[in-house]
């Protein structure tokens, strides 16, 4: 996997969450990931992988990435000198079908990530989209604040009404097109709101080993049996593709 | 084209089992997907795609891999769309270089099934047999679960292989043993380790992560040791794989008696062209070229 080495431009803490931005001019198609590290390799062993983060947002110009601290590799990010190593941008983003909207847009957690992007590719194509995220209490939910007129739900009920993004959405059925992303469970959930006939598009969430088809590791099982790569045939898939 | 223009040369070439390697470098089998090819150039001397089985496999359910320090633990299962579908996607990896195929079954028939299906396709330079993998018919033993159990499987792809050189991959636990039956059943070359077992726990969650394999740096000591000793024990060519992430690893693998190098897990997190500009700049610094290296302690 080749790695480029970039400077942060700007570091902002918003929430509970970490956004980065980096000079990036290449395409980036909403809904596409970078693996992204602190340092060059043999310089770190401990954490030895890259990690994967959905891009937030590119302009043109600037990238950003939006993360959660998890663990040591989005620790060190989160605290990183003024120079990161990010690969190309990676996998197959969302596809915009040809209807005209309303489109919904469904984020929970840090699946807020890749809506930024996808909210700002609809924009240039004047479809009209509703934004809902969900998160687990206000702190978090803070991030709803880059998503003017935006539909909040918290677990705790701290911000917006108390429940999940479903809570915070109305039926998904009236809509020409939805896309999520989140964790698997709240993805299954959207998948069943939006109903058997949707235009439903899911990002999933998944540990990843190299980012380019190689590891087989960031599975997920697919209706037609077996399983896919998320790197490579995803992140976004087709709801009715996904076994769950 | 231009990597290889740059690096190629007297210097790096080494051959193995009669076959011509422009560089020593091989990628280790299951870590360089048709996806990836096109990040590769020239770098490896010869390709080796995922392992092939008779029949299309699902794989493991997730997850199948957890990071650990300089290394990972996957569990994969090996996953594959069967040697049909493998056979007709073959030509995707036809780089101009050598092509090995890593084949596994569940019996001793099933590995000769795939060797007979394999040796007559001019496609393919190479099998190396994945022996790692449980015999049904053994309680699940491995198929290198001991010296007995080896030169079956091997005199038995021998026959079924014809010419075509066999390669048989050796799992660390009782590696000179193993490597001395499966010279003496007929294996042209040794692939020294595969992963080592491992197992990570999500303490918080209460949880067994992964239980596979490890791979990536934190084996490379290990790997080091059984090269070394296997290359003192057989007379066949050694190909190096565990944890060889920089030049000065390919180095230190060809000094301990290998012919050629596998990358694995390094090639997730640095480019191999890296690995090989270093091990060439490497052979500059020591006035050396990659075959005089070979078993050179």
Not at chain 1, 209 to 217: A, K, L
Not at chain 2, 33 to 62: M, Q
Request: proline content about 6%.
């Amino acid at each position: 996997m080749k790695f480029h080495g970039v400077k942060i431009e700007d570091r902002e803490w918003i929430g509970g969450y970490t956004l980065i931005r980096y000079r990036w001019d290449g395409a980036i198609e909403p809904g596409q990931f970078a693996m992204a590290r602190v340092a060059g390799y043999p310089v770190t062993f401990d954490p030895f992988l890259a990690r994967p983060f959905s891009f937030y947002d590119h302009d043109g110009e600037t990238a950003s990435l939006l993360f959660e601290v998890r663990g040591r590799g989005t620790a060190l990010l989160d605290d990183a000198p003024d120079r990161i190593e990010v690969s190309s941008p990676l996998g197959r983003g969302f596809r915009i079908n040809g209807a005209n909207g309303p489109v919904a847009l469904l984020g929970g957690g840090i699946g807020v990530a890749p809506l930024k992007v996808l909210s700002r590719r609809l924009d240039a194509l004047s479809v009209p989209h509703d934004v809902f995220l969900g998160f687990a209490d206000a702190r978090y939910a803070a991030v709803a604040g880059e998503f003017p007129g935006a539909k909040v739900a918290t677990v705790d009920g701290s911000a917006g009404v108390q429940g999940t993004v479903l809570d915070a959405a109305p039926d998904l059925t009236r809509y020409t097109a939805v896309y999520a992303c989140g964790p698997n469970p709240m993805l299954a959930a959207v998948k069943r709101a939006a109903g058997e006939d949707a235009f439903c598009q899911l990002s999933v969430e998944e540990r990843m080993g190299c980012g380019n088809g190689s590891c087989n590791g960031c599975v997920v099982p697919v209706r037609d049996g077996g399983y896919v790569r998320s790197c490579i045939e995803g992140p976004v898939f087709d709801a009715e593709a996904l076994a769950w | 084209m231009v990597v290889r223009e740059r690096l190629a040369g007297e210097k790096l070439a080494v051959e193995l089992c009669g076959i011509a390697l422009e560089t020593p470098l091989i990628p280790a089998s299951g870590t360089l997907s048709k996806e990836a090819l096109g990040e590769v150039g020239s770098v490896y001397g010869a390709i080796l795609p995922k392992t092939t089985t008779p029949r299309a496999r699902a794989g493991n359910p997730p997850p199948r891999i957890a990071e650990t320090p300089a290394g990972m633990v996957n569990s994969i299962g090996l996953q594959n769309p069967g040697v049909e579908k493998f056979l007709e996607g073959l030509d995707a990896f036809d780089l101009g270089v050598p092509i090995f195929v890593s084949v596994a079954g569940d019996t001793v028939d099933e590995f000769v099934a795939l060797c007979g299906r394999l040796a007559g396709d001019p496609r393919i330079a190479a099998v190396e047999l994945n022996l790692s993998c449980p015999n049904v018919e053994h309680g699940g033993l491995t198929f290198c679960a001991g010296p007995a159990s080896a030169r079956e499987v091997i005199e038995a792809c021998r026959d079924a292989l014809s010419s075509k050189p066999l390669f048989a991959k050796l799992t660390n636990e009782g590696v000179v043993a193993n490597a001395i039956a499966a010279e003496e059943a007929g294996a042209d070359a040794l692939t020294v380790i595969n992963t080592i077992p491992a197992l990570t726990i999500d303490a918080s969650a209460q949880t067994i992560l992964v239980r596979g394999g490890l791979s990536g740096p934190a084996i490379k000591p290990v790997a080091l040791r059984a090269v070394y000793d296997v290359s003192r024990a057989v007379n066949i060519p050694v190909i190096a794989s565990g944890g060889v992430s920089t030049g000065t690893d390919v180095a230190e693998f060809m000094l301990a008696g290998a012919t050629a190098v596998q990358v694995g897990t390094a090639s997730f997190v640095r480019e191999p062209e890296e690995i090989l500009s270093e091990f060439s700049e490497y052979l500059d610094r020591m006035g050396t070229t990659a075959s005089e290296l070979t078993g050179a302690l």
